[in-house]
């Protein structure tokens, strides 16, 4: 069954350094998500990508945060310089559009898990 | 503004132990969808159910059931027959269709432990 991958699964920088989260979307799929959980906490929308720009972002996602798909499958998330509040898990989603039944739900990658020191 | 709210923090119960799991959930539009995950200890979320506002019926598989009432914009979770495999994290989520590309509103989340 074809699934969302990402890497690395784990991630420790330092404070200020930045780092990219990669994600394999599913082969079919159009639309593309970054997600973050800070441990404990609920899932939060990060930023919507489809058609090779960004469709949606939140608040959370300012200008230290950029995404971006630089060829067929790979689908990036860059924090430029990373804060201590940056660490969490992120995860990435990727939903198709063929109208079927199933064709509306997001399917999510295993995550990273980022921690910032 | 959409909104979920998974008010049960946690709930422990024994294995065998039927357990209800709720979601309310708020919501200006007219169609949307309502999404239960679960995050086991990996971390990972999985997806368990998707079912779209014009779709009130009832759904079962296996131990699992789902129960959607737009009465009370309720869609809660119910487990038969707990398991010890059963213990996890496990998130509402709600997605308007006409506010753009459809992120995914989640709630708290639900952690659900079962002890043998």
């Known amino acids: 069954e074809p699934e969302v991958t990402q890497t690395p699964s784990h991630q420790v920088t330092q404070m200020g350094q930045e780092v990219i989260l990669r994600c394999v979307p599913i082969s079919n799929h159009l639309y593309f998500y970054w997600y973050r959980q800070i441990l404990g906490q609920k899932v939060e929308f990060l930023v919507s990508?489809?058609?090779?720009?960004?469709?949606?972002k939140s608040e959370i996602f300012d200008d230290q945060f950029s995404v971006e798909r630089p060829d067929g499958s790979n689908f990036t998330l860059k924090i430029r310089s990373t804060k201590l509040e940056d660490s969490a898990m992120y995860f990435c989603?990727?939903?198709?559009?063929?109208?079927?039944?199933?064709?509306?739900?997001?399917?999510f990658g295993p995550g990273t898990r980022l921690l910032v020191l | 503004a959409q909104k979920v709210t998974q008010a049960q923090t946690e709930i422990s119960v024994v294995e065998k132990e039927d357990v209800t799991l709720d979601c309310v959930y708020e919501?200006?539009?007219?169609?949307?969808?309502l999404f239960w995950y679960k995050q086991p200890p990996s971390g990972e979320l999985v997806f368990l159910i998707r079912?779209?506002?014009?779709?009130?019926q009832n759904e079962i598989s296996g131990r699992y059931s789902w129960n959607f009432q737009k009465s009370t914009s309720s869609f809660n979770f119910t487990i038969t027959a707990s398991q010890v495999v059963d213990s996890a994290v496990y998130f509402c989520?709600?997605?308007?269709?006409?506010?753009?590309?459809?992120?995914?509103?989640f709630g708290t989340g639900t952690r659900l432990l079962v002890s043998p």
């Open positions: 079912r779209n506002s014009f779709d009130e």
């Open positions: 989603a990727s939903r198709d559009t063929s109208g079927r039944a199933l064709g509306e739900t997001q399917y």
């Open positions: 919501t200006r539009d007219t169609t949307y969808y």
């Open positions: 990508f489809y058609n090779n720009e960004i469709s949606e």
């Open positions: 989520a709600l997605r308007e269709e006409n506010t753009g590309f459809q992120k995914l509103v």
